[in-house]
């Protein structure tokens, strides 16, 4: 089966045309020649939906631009380190909202969406490779706080590589080239997104800092203050009260903390969540093995182990 074979970027990436099948778990997959539920995009249109090569375009541009940024910037292959194949299902059921990564497969599937625009947006593929990635290395538990540290991972995946792609560098993490720390931005239609990681609980449900009542939420939203610990560690934090950027859990002086970068943030947090993370990583144990991946990276008492302590800290998550 080609799309099982291994052998980097294009050899290891495909976008399918799930046309409308509503058979959502099963692959949309070719073998040989002949394309089963999946169709291939044919020059002239393979579709009747008017914007069917647009949306696998877009599918294309997250997966590759994910699987570079793995390979360029960690030496990462594909979503499980070993350049396994995967694909995109594009058009998946009539009118759906969602993307998702099935762990049978081992793939995605992105809907045409309806209250949203076609999910194949930058952030929404990568945070879907970064399921796979979770998937093929830590497998954290989707419920309680370990799936909302599964789902943090993903935000993270999906802010790295709309900064890596709008970048155009071709290797280099350049946040202010245009990663905008929402989640799904690009594909809502009325300009509000998913998630927001500088403040969480800008969508009303998602808390900006650590709790006992955490373990209880939807995973969406219990990802919160990990995706808020993540941009402390790389953008730093704010004094100015008025600032989303502000945490009152920041304990002693300095009041505002500075950042570390995206790239040595990626660099750190990768390291923990594939290396060091098990299925029921708790916030807690996060916040000890996030600054074990920055000591052995940059030195016990270097300025980015110390950055983690405090990113942590700014989200109630304490030694
Ligand atoms: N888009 C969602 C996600 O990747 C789908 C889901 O909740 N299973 O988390
Ligand atoms: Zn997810």
Known sequence: DPLRAKGGRFGALAVTNADHGTKAGEPFVNSGNTWGDGKQYLAGGSTTDANGQTAAVNAMWGLASTYDMLKNVLGWLSMDGQDSATYIAAHVNTAYDNAYYSDTCKCMFIGDGSTFNSLGALDVVGHEMGHGVTDATSRLVYMGESGGLNESSSDITGEVVEAYARAGKGGALVPAAGNDWMIGKDISKSGTPLRYMIRPSRDRSSPDAWSTRLRRLDVHYSSGPNNRMFYFLAQGSSAD???????????????????IGLDKAWRIWFDAATTRFTSSTDYKEARAKVLAAAEELYGKESREAVAVQRAYAAVNVGA
């Open 241 to 259: 009260p008025a600032s989303d950027a502000h945490s009152t859990f920041l304990t002693g002086t300095p009041r505002a903390m500075s950042g």
